[in-house]
């Protein structure tokens, strides 16, 4: 693997376990939430680690704290993803623009990753000992997901195709 490809992989893979450990922490239902869609899974996240109510309300303080700081670099990541989409699938492959391309992104995911390192640090502090041993668990198990396919890296055609 070239060398500077591994300067864009490894920032990647971090922001996903920061992104992942963070969701699956922070991800909370409205107060008397109905069975509507999406807030059965929100409610089996809480039900695995055992959130009280009041940690619920703490973990939706967190996640509404850092959403206006995140979401618009969630969306700037997305758009550059979409524009390096562009770029290696073009009849002409100009390396010097997809370089440039992965330096904006990776400036992006660094920024994205210290925000979500934050967060997770409050998330953290408002879990027990034992609630985030239950969410390294589930995290972990994310890494397996990552390694068989599910977010890992991929092959030529299975990107392009």
Known sequence: ?????????????AVSVFAGSAAFAADTAAPGATAAAGSCEKHEKHNKLGLTDDQKVKMKAVKEKYAPAMKPLVDQLRAYREEMRGLMTAATIDDAAIRAESAKMASVQADLAVQRAHKLAEVRAILTPEQIEKMKEKMSGWKGRREHGHGGERSDADGMM
Do not use: Q, R
Not at 1 to 13: G, H, Q, S, T, V
């Open 1 to 13: 693997m070239k060398k500077w490809m591994k300067f864009i992989i490894a920032p990647a893979l």
